[in-house]
C-alpha cells in the first residue's frame, strides 16, 4: 500500500458526460501527479501541483481540468467525454519531487 | 529532451532463469531513473531508483539495476526469476524539478514467467 488513495476504482460513463477523480495523497505530500496510461499512448503525465499550485503541464487536453485543495487532495475532472478518453488514470505523490508514490488508479470506461 | 526507450515489450523467462529487461535512456542532464512494477490490475510500485552514488542498485523483491553511463543504459535484472515476477515493468526517467519532475516512460515491458 503506497499510502495514496484514489476514488472511484472502476468508472463507466457515456459520452458527452462530465466525471471527477478523487486522489488523496501520502501524509506530508505536497506534490500531487496525474498520469494516464491507455494502450496505444502508454502512460503518459498529465498534470502536476504543488502545495495548491499548479506546476506542470503535460500532454491534458483542453478539456480535462485538475486542482488541488487545501488539505492536498486533488481532483481530476474529465468534461465532454469520448470513447478515447477510456484509460486508466493514476494519481502520484512526492514530497522529494523525485519518488513518486502511485495510488491504484481510476478505470474510467466511457461507452 | 529526457526519454526512455524499452527493448523488447514482451520478454518471456522460465521459472528460475536470468531476467534481464532493457532500458535505454536519453537526458541532457545527469538522470534520475527508475523501475516501476505493475502487477495486473494495480498501480506502480517502484522497483529501485538510481539518482546518485553507487551504479548498482538494489532494489526489492531481488531485482538490481546498473546504471551506465557509456552506454545511457540502466537495465533490470533478478538471477532467478519466480513466477510472482510475471508483470509489467517500467522504466522512466524524471525531468529536473524546475521542469515540472515529470516522470517520462518507457513504452513498458511483459514479463512472462514460464512453469
Known amino acids: 500500500d503506497s499510502g495514496v488513495t484514489q476514488t472511484p476504482k472502476h468508472l463507466i460513463t457515456a459520452t458527452g458526460q462530465r466525471v471527477t477523480l478523487r486522489c488523496s495523497p501520502r501524509?506530508?505530500?505536497?506534490?500531487v501527479y496525474w498520469y494516464q496510461q491507455s494502450l496505444d499512448q502508454g502512460l503518459q503525465f498529465l498534470i502536476q501541483?504543488?502545495?495548491?499550485?499548479?506546476?506542470a503541464k503535460g500532454n491534458i487536453l483542453e478539456r480535462f481540468s485538475a486542482q488541488q485543495f487545501p488539505d492536498l487532495h486533488s481532483e481530476l475532472n474529465l468534461s465532454s467525454l469520448e470513447l478515447g478518453d477510456s484509460a486508466l488514470y493514476f494519481c502520484?505523490?512526492?514530497?522529494?519531487?523525485?519518488?513518486?508514490?502511485f495510488g491504484p488508479g481510476t478505470r474510467l470506461t466511457v461507452l | 529532451a529526457q526519454s526512455v526507450t524499452q527493448l523488447g515489450s514482451h520478454v518471456s523467462v522460465s521459472e528460475g532463469a536470468l531476467v534481464l529487461l532493457r532500458c535505454n535512456y536519453s537526458?541532457?542532464?545527469?538522470?534520475?531513473l527508475f523501475w516501476y512494477v505493475q502487477y495486473p490490475n494495480q498501480g506502480l510500485q517502484l522497483l529501485l531508483k538510481?539518482?546518485?552514488?553507487?551504479?548498482l542498485v538494489k532494489g526489492i523483491n531481488g531485482f538490481e539495476a546498473e546504471f551506465k553511463k557509456s552506454e545511457t543504459s540502466f537495465h533490470l535484472t533478478k538471477p532467478s526469476a519466480h513466477m510472482s515476477d510475471a508483470a509489467e515493468y517500467f522504466c522512466?526517467?524524471?525531468?529536473?524539478?524546475?521542469?515540472?519532475?515529470?516522470?517520462?516512460f518507457g513504452q513498458g515491458t511483459e514479463l512472462s514467467v514460464k512453469p
Open positions: 502520484a505523490s512526492s514530497v522529494t519531487g523525485h519518488e513518486q508514490f
Open positions: 501524509s506530508g505530500d505536497l506534490s
Open positions: 501541483y504543488y502545495n495548491g499550485e499548479e506546476r
Open positions: 537526458s541532457s542532464v545527469p538522470p534520475y
Open positions: 538510481y539518482t546518485t552514488g553507487a551504479t
Open positions: 522512466a526517467v524524471i525531468l529536473p524539478y524546475n521542469q515540472g519532475g515529470k516522470l517520462i
